[in-house]
């Protein structure tokens, strides 16, 4: 009678996980054809993948599969939150990245870790003399064709979160103790060049023994961080224009809210899984530089075809005492740019494009190049060709 029990407790048991996997495999496709909780999961970036064209060729055959496999993976049912369960799992228990371009490091810190980017700050991808010489002749390229008509040229690098935070990495990605590219790049400019290269690290390292000036789950720094390095930029500002003094944080309102996770979170498919607070730093009893935009376009920028998203931004101030500028920044200046348009008269700022057309038409006292650390392991940016023809070059 126990023996009888016990096969038909098997049984029972041996059905119901039989029930359990099907239900497993069916709900998926039953889930993509209702269209339940299908699609790509905030922050992942991208176009879904699309259905690929059949077609009788050998080489259209052979890759059939593996498109089709990519369009299947990109809308089969309860996608977002089977998604959102194996990162968490991955992440929160076993300490594991979901995405090859993110470490995952002490304490919930994420990190950007695409090409070399841990390596450089390990000190383990280096520059050679020849790369070092490149960036030396781009920027004094520009350097000398803005001072040829009376401009000046400040070039400012920032830091990754991986440089400012290096013992918050996994102790297996400690540095080596040999110097960065950025620290590379500094060394050679100070004694082979006459341009400045801005090195905002020793204020942020100063800042972040009081508080966070990154963010856990994101590439960019915070608002604290931001204002850190606006002043030493505004304090370099300061050594030519005496009407530019930087602010005070006292002068603020820094306050923290809480959010939901930043861009490294997001390519982990957990945008939505993780909560950090977020420290803001507003303008307090005044309002920030006004911000007209298009209204203040010139002709010149009129006829460029910006990209949709990432055109133009003008900042204009009611002070004559103030310098203007063309400020040539990437995604790390929109938290600077409201409280370093307070010093500029007038200021234009172009997404990652070094424009002369719009240079030499706005004429300003100053071009500063913003840039992330990031783009020094890459090959150096080509100059415009009215620049390289300034230098006879082709």
């Given at each position: 009678m126990?023996?009888?029990n ?34 790509l ?78 390596d ?14 490149r ?90 961080g931001?204002?850190?390095?606006y ?11 005496e ?29 939505d ?44 101030v ?7 500028a ?61 620049i ?7």
């Amino acid at each position: 009678m126990a023996e009888r029990n016990r096969t038909t407790t098997r049984s029972i048991t041996d059905v119901l996980l039989s029930v359990v996997f099907v239900l497993g495999i069916a709900l998926p496709f039953v889930g993509k054809f209702l269209k339940w909780d299908t699609g790509l999961r905030p922050g992942e970036n991208r176009r879904r993948a699309r259905m690929p064209e059949f077609a009788f060729s050998r080489e259209r055959l052979e890759a059939w599969p593996g498109k089709f496999e990519d369009y299947w993976e990109d809308r089969f049912g309860f996608r977002k939150s089977l998604v959102l369960w194996h990162s968490l799992i991955r992440t929160h228990v076993f300490g594991v990245s979901t995405s090859s371009d993110v470490v995952v490091g002490r304490d919930g810190w994420l990190f950007y870790a695409n090409g070399h980017v841990i390596d450089d700050c390990r000190g383990m991808y280096p520059f050679t003399e020849a790369e070092l010489r490149r960036w030396q002749h781009v920027l004094e390229a520009r350097h000398d064709w803005l001072a040829s008509q009376g401009i000046r040229f400040l070039f400012v690098v920032v830091p990754e979160k991986s440089s400012i935070y290096p013992e918050l990495l996994p102790w297996h990605l400690k540095a080596v103790g040999e110097p960065s590219r950025l620290d590379q790049l500094i060394a050679h400019m100070r004694e082979h060049s006459h341009v400045r290269v801005l090195d905002v690290r020793p204020g942020l390292l100063g800042a972040k023994k009081k508080g966070p000036v990154y963010r856990k789950t994101d590439t960019h720094w915070n608002d604290v961080g931001a204002f850190v390095a606006y002043r030493q930029i505004a304090r370099a500002l300061s050594e030519t224009y005496e009407a530019v003094q930087p602010s005070e944080l006292s002068e603020f309102r820094v306050f923290t809210l809480v959010g939901e996770g930043g861009d490294l979170a997001g390519l982990m498919g957990l945008q939505d899984g993780y909560q950090e607070e977020r420290v803001h730093v507003r303008h307090r009893g005044k309002p920030p530089a006004a911000i007209p935009g298009e209204t203040e376009f010139t002709p010149v920028m009129r006829k460029i075809a910006w990209p949709r998203t990432r055109g133009p931004l003008v900042t204009i101030v009611a002070d004559d005492r103030l310098p203007t500028a063309v400020v040539v920044r990437d995604s790390f200046m929109v938290q600077i740019q409201p409280f370093l348009s307070d010093h500029f008269r007038r200021a234009v700022y172009l997404w990652h494009d070094f424009s002369p057309e719009v240079i030499v038409d706005e004429k300003p006292d100053i071009v500063i190049y913003e840039t992330v650390e990031r783009v020094l392991l890459g090959v150096p940016p080509l100059n415009p060709p009215v620049i390289a023809a300034a230098r006879g070059e082709r």
